[in-house]
């Protein structure tokens, strides 16, 4: 890749909030059919409905051969989580608003700077660690486990969704070392297809013939969502675009209101905002640290 191709934040900032949107109208997909279908079915209706997109995605780019030099044991440790974190959004996403759900979730980037420690020996200092903190603080406000919050089986399962991508989150940074993208997306839809898969063929439901196009727009929306997400990465510097990411919270506001009529309450609100600046926060502390990045650096857009 060419430096000026690069480095165009106008372009970058318009690709991530695509990526947010079609991410958004996926997750809205998935709430849609969460009440009708266990969980793990979901998970498996997503993996499915992304891969035929994703295959030609591959075939397109040449990269097929790639498909086979990578790291197995990280790639079935992220499927598993992939699992984990599918499994407990959709349970939480069939109980809460979406836009609830988002709340919590944004928590996981806080969640991957403090797992960076133990798990790649990155050193986090005491202002990045007060970040995570009053993040972890903002999680507490949206589930209020002391009042008549959303601190129920279906908040924890969010909590745990957010936990479990904040470790794969961990494994796609030591995977991006060796492994490409495309066998990063690759594997990790047809593992998430096939541990989901294990579960959900005990209490498998059988499909509706209403639901068939919203499996699609999931399939259709999490694919082009990733390759806006890649195109995002290409042309901008990742502590650039990430802010960009929690404007996925109005998507799902907007989703929210316009498909199911409903809205956060107030301490949603103020935990989604204390949350965000946190994050905000995090980002604008590590760019610091990182230092000023040389001109003519790749990019390296994140599975």
Not at 265 to 276: F, Q
Request: aromatic letters at 10%.
């Amino acid at each position: 890749m060419t430096p000026a191709a690069a480095h165009r934040p106008g372009t970058a900032a318009a690709w991530m909030l695509a990526a947010g949107l079609l991410f958004a109208l996926m997750d809205a997909g998935m709430k849609w059919i969460a009440n009708d279908y266990p969980p793990f079915q979901v998970a498996v209706l997503r993996s499915v409905s992304a891969l035929p997109l994703v295959l030609l995605w591959i075939a397109m780019s040449g990269r097929a051969g790639t498909l086979l030099r990578v790291h197995w044991r990280l790639h079935l440790l992220r499927g598993l989580l992939g699992v984990a974190m599918m499994a407990g959004f959709v349970y939480g996403l069939a109980r809460m608003p979406l836009s609830t759900a988002y709340a919590i979730v944004f928590v996981a980037p806080l969640m991957v700077t403090a797992l960076a420690v133990p798990f790649l020996g990155e050193k986090v200092g005491p202002r990045r660690w007060a970040a995570i903190a009053v993040g972890l603080v903002g999680v507490l406000v949206v589930l209020r486990p002391t009042g008549e919050g959303v601190a129920t089986l279906a908040g924890l399962a969010v909590v745990l969704a957010a936990l479990s991508y904040a470790i794969a989150a961990i494994t796609v940074r030591k995977l991006a070392m060796r492994d490409s993208p495309e066998a990063m997306v690759f594997w990790f839809l047809v593992l998430l297809g096939v541990f989901a898969g294990a579960v959900a063929v005990f209490d498998w439901h059988p499909l509706q013939r209403a639901h068939w196009p919203v499996i699609a727009l999931i399939g259709v929306t999490g694919a082009l969502g990733q390759v806006a997400l890649t195109h995002a990465f290409r042309f901008g510097e990742a502590s650039q675009i990430a802010p960009l990411e929690y404007a996925a919270l109005v998507w799902v506001v907007l989703l929210d209101l316009l498909v199911w009529q409903a809205l956060p309450d107030s301490m949603t609100w103020l935990g989604a905002a204390i949350i965000i600046a946190s994050g905000l926060y995090l980002i604008r502390r590590e760019r610091i640290v990182a230092g000023p990045r040389p001109p003519d650096a790749a990019q390296t857009p994140p599975p």
